[in-house]
């Protein structure tokens, strides 16, 4: 019998966003599947957790069945794990490359994939993608071109599975953060990285986690890029 609790899938789940959104689902009532590279059991028995590099296709593959075999469905995919790596063109190496496009691409591709199928035979679902904001307003102070390649490459694929799965229940989005307080950036950084945003301050993880349970709830709302970016995507 297949449970009528709503379970969600959050990858990058170790830290930062990824580690919030599990309590907030969690909040919520759903069961969740928490999965990073490296992740410890968790001690709540709605909480399953799959260690292991979401470049992987059998690390995807396990985590989608992992959620089906324990909870008996899928409801929510946040891909949130992602890297971001800022340097001038000229100066990436080909490990750069590899590592972003793999994380940002290769793990979006293979865990979408296979989570859409369960999604599709109920119905219903929501994938929701972290993307960034520089990928539609790039910044002369942030050189991120392997940033802008992936994460707009997610906001276009954003738009085109919404499309895609519009008549078959599952809605599909994306929330494009500005820069936001995580282990990825050292606080003695926020001083200058406060003045990237018209705001004049950078986000807190609640600001990106509340945008997502918009989305959640958002029944009407699907292809929408989500700009949580303190007025970056507006303009300078």
């Known amino acids: 019998m ?17 580690a919030a959104l599990v309590g907030a689902y969690r909040d919520r009532g759903f069961r ?3 999965t990073a590279r490296s992740m410890d059991a968790s001690t709540d028995d ?14 995807a593959e396990r985590v989608v069945s992992t959620a089906m075999a324990r909870f008996g469905r899928i409801d929510t995919l946040v891909n949130n794990a992602g890297i971001f790596i800022a340097k001038p063109f000229t100066q990436y190496s080909v490990a750069d490359y590899a590592a972003i496009i793999g994380v940002n691409l290769m793990g979006f591709f293979h865990v979408t994939q296979r989570a859409i199928v369960p999604m599709e035979a109920q119905q219903s679902g ?15 102070a942030v050189p991120s071109v392997l940033a802008s390649l992936t994460k707009g490459g997610l906001n276009a694929a954003t738009r085109s599975l919404a499309i895609e799965y519009a008549r078959r229940g599952i809605r599909v989005n994306a929330v494009a953060p500005g ?11 926020y001083a200058q990285l406060n003045d990237l945003h018209p705001m004049g301050r950078i986000g807190e993880v609640s600001d990106i986690v509340e945008a997502i349970l918009y989305l959640e709830t958002a029944s009407f709302v699907t292809g929408e ?7 970056q995507n507006a303009g300078h």
Request: aromatic share 0%.
């Open 32 to 34: 969740v599947v928490a």
């Open 126 to 140: 929501h994938i929701v993608q972290i993307t960034a904001s520089l990928a539609d307003h790039a910044n002369a």
């Open 179 to 189: 820069v936001i307080k995580t282990p990825m950036n050292p606080p003695e950084t």
């Open 46 to 59: 709605d909480v399953a957790t799959v260690a292991g590099d979401i470049t992987d296709q059998d690390v």
């Open 2 to 18: 297949v449970s009528e609790r709503k379970v969600a899938i959050i990858t990058g789940a170790s830290q930062g966003i990824g």
């Open 225 to 231: 890029i989500l700009h949580v970016d303190g007025g």
